[in-house]
């Protein structure tokens, strides 16, 4: 009893027996049933494995069969004597009992044969008389002509369409275009036509990540394809009891805790069914009178527990989950009847919540909430729905490895699981995959907090997966002890070979016990351990490379930069991820596309230790031309003094971006209309810029430069000699952030650039002063103030600065892309297209009212572009430090190009 006792989940408060075989009474701890259960399903697959190999292990199949009569027998002990199959429990026959049983049912067979022929002669000769009869009556009245009723000893005619068709009368099942476990309906129809009791019952067995939920505007029902592939199931109550069924293991007591109760079950659902073809004030009346007797004493339909007949009867009513089609039932009822109480409780459970939201959401985006009213937020833009996201109920995670610092690829997968876990007002967990000590560091961890407060992100929770070794260690056990898994001293790369020619490993039939002392000796972090590692035992054959027996665990002697040195073996995060998953609650895992094919492995797992399902929704990865986000090759630029840091301007890392001035709620945006895409594609930095742009256009204040070098003074003769001022807004298009106090004079400064082609008596505006009129070319530019000139005739329009002492120097920087090809080829070297010139200063002189910015503002030099401070200014020995900002253009605001292309 061993293999039934070991497993994690069982718990073991008493005794309970049943009689053996030979009539003896057997003593056996009371379980954990959905865990039993799951586990004889796991002992099933197990039998099949052992069997389908190419040489069968005689001994492991017989100890593995033994396995499972145990734990049939134990379940039976704890159920009331009511076996797995929901039938009373019978030690299985012997084979020459078998053999005893069949010979008599064979004569039994033999004695009825003669009726059978008699039986197909009558069928033969109803057949010739109803052919007979249509002949008759096409040459007297035509098509339109009764046709006489075949004798009683005929097949019965098919049901009118307001009668349910009885389980002898429904077609096989035909051949389908749904792929296997796929659920398509129309979304152009009611909710309560959608499959809404089928999705109750997937969620109530914990199955519903088993199937993927398509939209058919050409079908008039719902159907499922089988898994098996071969043919499809219609209707709503009918894949309802097909899932049921199927995941008994989980949701046996959802169509009854046994025979009596199933057949009381079905009659409830047949009567749901009988419903449907009256109006809703007939079918809240009539189901009142039958429920409101009843429910004065009970709160469910059947037994204790919600059940298929509950959701059945719900559903009949139009799945009223919203406060509107609620209210219209309350109008047909008294305010104190026990059915509306019901509807209310019905309502409100989880699983019909997310059933509701799961049949709605592949329709409509912004549809209401089901709970007091209340509304989901409207979808951002580029964002789709959560496949089963109901208020108050998510919780996704973000699992970073803290072997390096966030990119922007990272930014977007936060700021997605943040964005899902807001709009339904549910929890996020970052969660340190920390299971490889090698490559972590304190200092990546704290960088990856600080990073997530910068684009905006605050965690409801931060974990470890380290928290969860000893937990994960055990379940490991299990699996060895139950033959789920192996330990394997294959090299790697005979080991490789062997997955890609589905080859089995030599040790993959290992009896536990040795397999057992193997990962104790790994875990020892002793030499002789090194060479061994947990692999899965799943399919060598499966054409899913990743279910051919992955690795689960290693060695690693390095000390672990939290639990130090108390473990010397480590899982993989192909392990720990579903493990942890489950148990931290943890209700969708959004995952890239190139994780498409673990995602059978991230469910196998999960399954086969019985653990709670947890759904996957993937994104496409975000990939940027001109640029490389591996980790490996970002380390390279750092350590070989490429960049100035983790945060240089030119990185994609959070901390380079944010230093060269994205905006967070542009950050957000632009993750988030990216979101919802399953297709890779290279982005354009230029997209990410031009997002950023719009954002930091409405708080960025005006201030003028020239350049320090390239300048040409112009003489106002007209103008004072004195200090004079005039007042400015910050920002033209929103006063409200204030103005400034702008020095004028007899003598101001132009961008030489912008003087070139100039003319004696042209008229040009002095952005924000006024129209001077240009007097004198050569021998120096001189012009007068016009103080009524018309500023729209001019055609040249000019930053300046008055050319006074308290002026102040700014140093501008711009930056570049650090690889010089577009997208790097896989067989492509990196280190062969590194960008030389990366990096460009400009001297320019600065508006005195620059002194006042501080680290991080970001303002915008007229005609120039957007900046960041990255340092304030100090003194003319330490200078304001700008970061150009890309607007996403090509080309610069004005003629004022900076010196790389203004990227």
Not at 29 to 56: C, F, H, N, Y
Not at 77 to 96: L, Q, R, T
Not at 361 to 388: P, Q, R
Request: charged share 25%; proline share 5%.
């Amino acid at each position: 009893m061993s293999i039934i006792t070991h497993h994690p989940c069982f718990w073991q408060p008493q005794n309970s027996t049943i009689m053996s075989s030979e009539g003896n009474a057997i003593a056996t701890p009371a379980v954990d049933l959905e865990a039993l259960r799951s586990l004889i399903d796991q002992l099933g697959e197990t039998i099949k494995t052992l069997k389908s190999s190419s040489e069968p292990d005689k001994d492991a199949i017989a100890s593995a069969v033994a396995d499972l009569l145990d734990a049939k027998r134990t379940f039976a002990a704890n159920n009331g004597g009511i076996g797995v199959d929901g039938n009373k429990w019978e030690e299985p026959m012997s084979k020459k009992d078998k053999k005893k049983a069949e010979k008599s049912a064979k004569a039994k067979s033999e004695g009825g044969a003669n009726q059978v022929s008699e039986a197909n002669a009558a069928k033969k000769a109803a057949k010739k008389a109803e052919a007979k009869a249509k002949k008759a009556a096409a040459k007297e009245g035509g098509e339109n002509t009764a046709v006489a009723a075949p004798p009683s000893s005929t097949k019965p005619s098919k049901p009118a369409p307001s009668t349910p068709a009885t389980a002898s009368s429904r077609p096989a099942a035909t051949k389908s275009k749904l792929l296997p476990n796929q659920i398509a309906f129309n979304p152009n129809v009611s909710i309560a036509d959608r499959p809404v009791v089928a999705l109750s019952i997937g969620v109530l067995t914990n199955s519903i990540a088993d199937y993927e939920l398509i939209s058919d505007h050409t079908r008039q029902g719902c159907a499922l394809g089988l898994p098996s592939g071969n043919g499809e199931v219609s209707g709503d109550l009918a894949i309802a009891r097909f899932i049921a069924k199927k995941h008994s293991s989980s949701g046996g007591s959802f169509i009854g805790e046994n025979d009596e109760d199933v057949a009381i079950v079905d009659q409830w659902v047949d009567y749901a069914l009988t419903l449907n073809k009256f109006g809703l004030a007939r079918r809240v009346l009539a189901l009142q009178r039958t429920l409101d007797p009843l429910l004065v004493t009970a709160t469910f339909v059947v037994g204790y527990s919600l059940t298929l007949a509950d959701v059945a009867l719900f559903a009949s009513l139009g799945f009223p989950c919203t406060k509107a089609s609620k209210a219209e039932i309350a109008s047909f009822l008294p305010s104190d009847s026990p059915t509306m109480r019901w509807i209310e409780m019905m309502s409100l459970h989880p699983a019909i919540r997310e059933a509701a939201q799961l049949a709605i959401g592949i329709a409509k985006n912004d549809e209401a909430e089901f709970e007091n009213g209340a509304f989901i937020d409207e979808l951002v833009s580029g964002m789709s729905y959560l496949e089963g996201g109901t208020l108050g109920r998510v919780v996704t995670r973000f699992p970073p490895e803290p072997s390096g610092y966030l990119h922007v690829g990272h930014a977007k997968a936060v700021l997605l699981n943040d964005y899902y876990a807001r709009r339904y007002k549910g929890r996020l967990i970052v969660r340190f995959d920390d299971t490889n000590p090698s490559k972590e560091k304190d200092e990546f961890q704290t960088s990856i907090i600080e990073d997530l407060a910068k684009i905006g992100v605050k965690p409801d929770v931060v974990t470890f997966t380290s928290d969860y070794f000893e937990t994960i260690r055990n379940y490991a056990i299990w699996m060895i002890e139950n033959r789920l898994a192996y330990m394997d001293d294959t090299p790697q790369e005979v080991m490789q070979k062997e997955r890609m020619d589905r080859v089995n490993s030599k040790h993959r039939d290992d009896p536990p016990s040795e397999a057992l002392e193997k990962f104790h000796l790994m875990c020892s972090g002793k030499e002789e351990g090194k060479p061994w590692c947990l692999r899965a035992k799943i399919d060598m054959t499966s054409d899913n490379g990743t279910l051919r027996d992955p690795v689960l665990y290693r060695q690693n002697t390095t000390p672990h930069h939290r639990s130090g040195t108390k473990y010397k073996a480590y899982p993989t995060y192909d392990l720990a991820c579903p493990i942890v998953d489950s148990i931290e609650g943890v209700t969708h895992a959004l995952r890239t596309t190139e994780y498409d094919d673990r995602n059978a492995q991230f469910f196998w797992i999960q399954r086969a230790l019985g653990l709670r399902r947890v759904r996957i929704q993937t994104f496409a990865r975000m990939n940027f031309m001109y640029t490389v986000m591996s980790k490996r090759k970002l380390t390279w630029f750092v350590e070989t003094g490429r960049v100035t840091g983790w945060d240089d301007p030119r990185f994609p890392t959070v901390r380079g971006v944010s230093r060269r001035g994205i905006d967070v709620g542009a950050l957000k945006r632009f993750m988030c209309s990216q979101g919802a895409s399953r297709r890779v594609v290279n982005m354009e930095w230029s997209k990410f810029w031009a997002e950023n742009k719009k954002e930091i256009d409405k708080y960025a204040k005006r201030f003028m430069a020239i350049d320090k070098v390239d300048h040409v003074a112009l003489t106002i003769t007209n103008a004072d000699d004195g200090m004079n001022f005039l007042s400015t807004d910050y920002l033209p298009k929103d006063p409200s952030f204030g103005k400034r106090l702008v020095r004028i004079g007899k003598r101001v400064l132009l961008e030489k650039v912008d003087t070139d082609g100039m003319e004696v008596g042209e008229n040009i505006v002095l952005t924000r002063w006024g129209v001077v009129q240009i007097t004198q070319i050569e021998g120096g530019l001189e012009g007068i103030f016009v103080p009524d000139g018309d500023v729209k005739a001019a055609k040249r329009k000019v930053s300046w600065l008055a050319d006074a002492s308290e002026n102040i120097s700014v140093i501008l920087s711009e930056f570049d892309n650090l690889i010089s090809k577009e997208k790097l080829e896989e067989d492509d070297k990196f280190e062969d297209f590194i960008n030389p010139d990366t990096q460009a200063e400009t001297e320019v002189i600065g508006d005195v009212g620059l002194k006042t910015l501080k680290e991080h503002d970001i303002i915008q030099l007229e005609r120039r572009g957007f900046y960041r401070v990255d340092r304030a200014y100090v003194n003319e020995g330490k200078p304001l430090i700008l970061f150009m900002i890309p607007d996403g253009k090509k080309k610069a605001m004005s003629g004022l190009d900076g010196k790389l292309a203004h990227r």
